[in-house]
């Protein structure tokens, strides 16, 4: 599996599209989040650590439990057009992703992806590569 997720992320590379990693379940979560840990990816824990990351070019990661929220759902459907805007609750953010340098990855369960599409909101319409485990 670690040959697998170091070639998938090589080809998320420069993409203009968020990448998504489905796991089978909570600990297939795990482990996947091991392995971006030791690819050297930054983990964002909210909006406004994605937007950070965003901005300065880095490549990050978040774990969507879940709905996708209105921010998160935004953020997917601005970042291919270079450039992203929300509020977070205290401020607007702007921000102009750096396709080059930085990218975002969401990792999610299949079980969670499924209510996901089950809802208003499609996830799998809003991604570009997709590796599943």
């Known amino acids: 599996m ?3 997720i170091k070639k998938f992320l090589k080809l998320t590379e420069k993409s203009k599209e968020t990448c998504l990693m489905i ?4 600990k297939g979560l795990a482990d996947i ?3 971006l840990v030791a690819s050297e990816l930054e983990k964002s824990k909210n909006i406004r650590e994605i937007f950070n ?3 300065d070019g880095k490549k990050t990661y978040f774990i969507l439990n879940g709905t996708l929220g209105n921010n998160i759902y935004n953020v997917l459907v601005q970042y291919p057009t270079g450039q992203i805007n929300a509020y ?3 401020d ?11 990218s975002i990855l969401i990792l999610t369960t299949k079980e969670n ?3 996901i599409e089950q809802g208003e909101k499609s996830l799998l319409r809003l ?3 997709t590796w599943q485990k």
């Open 127 to 129: 991604v570009g590569l």
């Open 53 to 55: 990351s965003v901005r």
């Open 2 to 4: 670690e040959n697998d």
């Open 33 to 35: 989040e091991k392995q």
């Open 92 to 102: 607007n953010l702007v921000a102009n992703p750096d396709y080059q340098k930085g």
């Open 113 to 115: 992806l499924e209510k």
């Open 88 to 90: 977070d609750g205290k």
């Open 23 to 26: 796991a089978e379940d909570e």
